[in-house]
């Protein structure tokens, strides 16, 4: 089972930065692609940001141009810095993974708990 742990959320000032991590450990294991979802209250969860193993990016569009995801593959890492933060940017974040075992084809999904990041005055 390959475990994700989020951290780096917290409450902060519109127009503020926090930086999320996501730690992925377990066994040897492929990673494919890692990205960030939210879910804010009474909103469905969506797809903030998504890197491939080839750096490869794709962002939702209320966030283009403020956040930016990143990677370290070597440490299993994933990152989202968060700037200009806004009121409606108020979610948990999850963190979420697409791999495989090394030698075996099937991929699976795996999900952190989950971080709150709550932007207010």
């Known amino acids: 089972q390959v475990q994700l742990v989020e951290s780096g959320g917290g409450l902060v000032q519109p127009g503020g930065s926090l930086r999320l991590s996501c730690v992925a450990s377990?066994?040897?294991?492929?990673?494919?692609?890692m990205g960030w979802y939210r879910q804010a209250p009474g909103k469905q969860r969506e797809l903030v940001a998504i890197?491939?193993?080839?750096?490869?990016?794709n962002y939702a569009d209320s966030v283009q141009g403020r956040f930016t995801i990143s990677s370290d593959n070597g440490k299993n890492t994933v990152y989202l810095q968060m700037n200009s933060l806004k009121p409606e940017d108020t979610a948990v974040y999850y963190c979420?993974?697409?791999?495989?075992?090394?030698?075996?084809?099937?991929?699976?999904?795996?999900w952190g708990q989950g971080t709150q990041v709550t932007v207010s005055s």
């Open positions: 979420n993974v697409v791999a495989s075992r090394f030698g075996l084809p099937a991929q699976r999904e795996y």
């Open positions: 377990g066994s040897m294991f492929s990673i494919y692609a």
């Open positions: 890197i491939t193993r080839g750096r490869i990016t």
